[in-house]
């Protein structure tokens, strides 16, 4: 039985194309070629800060891949949408593979840039530690409290924007980091007290300072807990934004200028 689209069909086959495409039309603009690597991380080249970065993830991907000694050029976006996740950061190589940061370490182990293997045996459950209460605490002041929201989430990174879409994505952004953390630590509750935030916080400082000791990095030598503390602490003492955990670390004859001086120490040496 025909149907409607037989003679369309019959038509379509007695076409035929001896060369795709038909026409060719050269790009506008050819994407700059890099030779080294490029980490896309939230940031600015104008800003005056001594850090590159406000985020904690993109500054710890960041010391990880100078404590790694592995060469690489910096590349600052407010853009997450174009990693392989959806976040930043992300590394880039000349080849056009792009690596999220959950994939870092396994590159840099494929690329023979190794970390210095850690003296610490427990090193994990420190690191799940700091991401379970520090990391947060700098989360919530970027992009919850809303003193910080306005100086750093979106003044730093969103001011480029036209208002109304500056106001969107902040919400969303903020919105999101809210989220994330009720879904990753319940029991800080629906209303986000930032007490209790920072209350876990300085148990997590109290800890780590014993770690320290007289000690040059928390790991016996550069290690991913080391880059994930430093991150967290020059965040809190750089940022703009005054704390009640930021004046805990800084206030006069504070019982954490050990962790400071470790925080101020790897700033100096690698940045």
Known sequence: MATPEAPLREILKSISFT????RHIEP??????????????????????????????????LTVLKFANYG????????PNGSPNGKLPYLLLP???AIASNNVLKHLEQSGHTLPESKLNS???????????????????????????EKIGNGRYLSDYPPFVQY????????????DL????PEYGAALDGQVLY???????????????????????????????????????????????????????????????????VAEKYF
């Open 19 to 22: 060369q795709l495409p038909l």
């Open 28 to 61: 506008f603009f050819e994407p700059t070629k890099h030779t080294t690597p490029q980490l896309f991380i939230y940031g600015s080249p104008s800003s005056k800060s001594s850090l590159p970065t406000f985020d904690t993830e993109c500054l710890r991907t």
């Open 72 to 79: 690489f050029d910096i590349q600052y976006t407010n853009e």
């Open 95 to 97: 080849n056009g593979q």
């Open 123 to 149: 090193e994990i459950v420190y690191c799940t530690m700091v991401e379970r209460n520090l990391v947060p605490i700098v989360e919530y002041i970027m992009w919850v409290d809303s003193v910080g929201f």
């Open 168 to 179: 969107m994505l902040g919400w969303f952004k903020s919105t999101s980091v809210a989220h």
């Open 182 to 185: 009720r879904v990753r630590q």
């Open 199 to 265: 209350d876990n916080a300085i148990r997590v400082l109290d800890s780590l300072l014993v770690l320290l000791d007289d000690r040059e990095y928390l790991a016996g030598g550069p290690s991913q807990l080391d880059a994930c503390v430093f991150a967290c602490l020059n965040i809190l003492i750089e940022a703009p934004v005054e704390s009640p955990i930021r004046n805990a670390l800084l206030h006069t004859d504070s019982k954490y200028e050990p962790l400071v001086a470790f925080a101020l120490r």
